[in-house]
């Protein structure tokens, strides 16, 4: 039972470079979110899906891209990494019973960014 | 501004001690989840109230929902060092689906020391 899996779990950047990190999940959920997770700050959330094709910003979207292409993965990427991302990314998903929420977000175990 | 507060930021306690950590909301809750995180570590689905005065445990772990004071508390009878870590509250902030964003405090750091 793999539930919710990211990759990479660490990772060093130089300011302007790309990356994708990925996030898959086995448990057929429609709703997939990220977060990143910073001192003094707690888990803010960057991005959301509701299902295939469908994403939203959250709290802190500015820098960051998402798409929805299949139900199981929901990538996030950086199109010019700065120093201001440097965070630990959390990818959780949870079941969606129509346009009610059912259940408890679960969570990768994170994926360590340094920019430097 | 913060819409869940928690208090407190940090706690140390003896093992064996009792504590409580609170969790205020500045919104109406429709659902208020507790995690554990270790240090390094993902987060741990500990439990979840959805209605006014619910209660629920989990072994020594007790959590409560005050909906009148958009309030919950999460309480913790005998405290082990296996207990220590940072618990979070989250937050459903619409009714209906009408807002999926689960938001969260920003944590209280709990270490137990033997």
């Known amino acids: 039972n793999a539930g919710v899996t990211q990759t990479p779990k660490f990772q060093v950047l130089k300011t302007g470079q790309s990356m994708t990190l990925q996030c898959a999940q086995d448990?057929?959920?429609?709703?997939m979110s990220w977060y990143r997770q910073d001192p003094g700050m707690g888990l803010r959330l960057i991005h959301y899906?509701?299902?295939?094709?469908?994403?939203d910003q959250g709290e802190v979207p500015n820098g960051y891209n998402v798409s929805r292409s299949t139900t199981e993965d929901f990538p996030l990427r950086l199109l010019s990494a700065a120093p201001s991302q440097t965070s630990v990314y959390f990818c959780?998903?949870?079941?969606?019973?129509?346009?009610?929420?059912?259940?408890?977000?679960?969570f990768g175990e994170g994926s360590r960014l340094t920019v430097l | 501004s913060q819409e869940l507060e928690q208090s407190p930021q940090s706690l140390i306690v003896q093992e064996g001690k009792n504590l409580t950590i609170n969790c205020t909301s500045s919104?109406?809750?429709?659902?208020l989840y507790w995690y554990k995180q270790k240090y390094g570590e993902g987060l741990i689905f500990l439990m979840m109230l959805q209605k006014g005065g619910e209660e629920k445990s989990h072994e020594k772990i007790t959590a409560k929902l005050d909906e009148k004071k958009q309030q919950s508390s999460l309480h913790i009878t005998a405290s082990q060092p296996s207990h220590a870590g940072i618990y979070l509250c989250?937050?459903?902030?619409?009714?209906?689906?009408?807002?999926?964003?689960?938001?969260f405090g920003k944590g209280t750091l709990l270490t137990v020391n033997p």
């Open positions: 959780a998903s949870r079941k969606l019973a129509g346009l009610l929420i059912t259940g408890e977000l679960f």
């Open positions: 919104k109406t809750l429709y659902g």
């Open positions: 448990m057929n959920h429609e709703y």
């Open positions: 989250g937050a459903d902030r619409g009714s209906g689906g009408s807002n999926y964003k689960l938001t």
């Open positions: 899906s509701v299902g295939a094709g469908i994403t």
